[in-house]
């Protein structure tokens, strides 16, 4: 079975600008997550999907902002790219029911110049 | 707020020394407890994971946890470890009852493995 893919591996863009990250999970599961990595402030959870539905949501500007598809498949986009936005995107999928197990994809790096 | 606490920034071990990996949560009730593992350049992978029942719980790669509600940690141990598993470690908590998905993370130790 595929793992999560993460497209695109590496992404460069400048302030200003806006970008889109894709991920597509695991067949059959239903529940797409999203996560910022960055050396300063680590891992912090972005949002959720389920359902082609926003289930939850972290602490981070309108700036930031995503979807789901009815194939499970999940995009996120930023607009207005700022500097500190420069972060590795992970994305994890994970079959419904509580505490269900993460699996991440190998992420976007993103650089914003 | 939930928040975790891994206080070792960066472990040197010797390949077939023991390791322990120390995890502090701060949370109102139990939470779920996660120990996650990234290899450079790769996402993270579940080693294992607590939600209630025995406080001793095993996981893969030969990785163990114990949860000690009186300490509020749940610190993750391998007898002997070996070269590969050098990486870096992540202690998470999720809400009791909620999904999965919506972790908060430790800032992660890195563990350097000499040979």
């Known amino acids: 079975k595929a793992g999560v893919t993460q497209t695109p591996r590496y992404l460069i863009k400048t302030r200003g600008q806006q970008v889109t990250l894709s991920c597509s999970p695991i067949?059959?599961?239903?529940?797409v997550s999203w996560y910022q990595q960055t050396p300063g402030q680590g891992l912090q959870f972005l949002f959720e999907?389920?359902?082609?539905?926003?289930?939850n949501k972290g602490n981070f500007p309108g700036r930031f902002s995503g979807r789901q598809f009815s194939n499970s498949r999940s995009e996120m986009n930023v607009s207005t790219l700022e500097l500190g936005d420069s972060a590795l995107y992970l994305c994890?999928?994970?079959?419904?029911?509580?505490?269900?197990?993460?699996?991440f994809g190998s992420g976007t790096q993103l650089s914003v110049l | 707020a939930q928040s975790v606490t891994q206080p070792d920034i960066h472990i040197t071990v010797s390949e077939g020394a023991s390791l322990e990996l120390r995890c502090n949560y701060s949370?109102?009730?139990?939470?779920?407890l996660f120990w996650y593992v990234q290899s450079p350049g790769q996402g993270l992978q579940l080693l294992l994971k607590?939600?209630?029942?025995?406080?001793l719980v095993q996981g893969i790669k030969g990785f163990e946890a114990e949860f000690k509600r009186s300490q509020s940690s749940f610190n993750l141990r391998k007898p002997s470890v070996h070269w590969s598993d050098a990486a870096e470690y992540f202690c998470?908590?999720?809400?009791?009852?909620?999904?999965?998905?919506?972790?908060?993370f430790g800032t992660g130790t890195r563990l350097q493995v000499t040979l």
């Open positions: 994890a999928s994970s079959l419904v029911g509580a505490g269900e197990k993460l699996f």
């Open positions: 067949s059959g599961h239903r529940s």
């Open positions: 999907y389920f359902s082609e539905t926003q289930r």
């Open positions: 949370y109102g009730a139990t939470p779920y």
């Open positions: 607590y939600f209630s029942g025995d406080t």
């Open positions: 998470a908590v999720g809400e009791p009852g909620g999904t999965a998905s919506k972790l908060t």
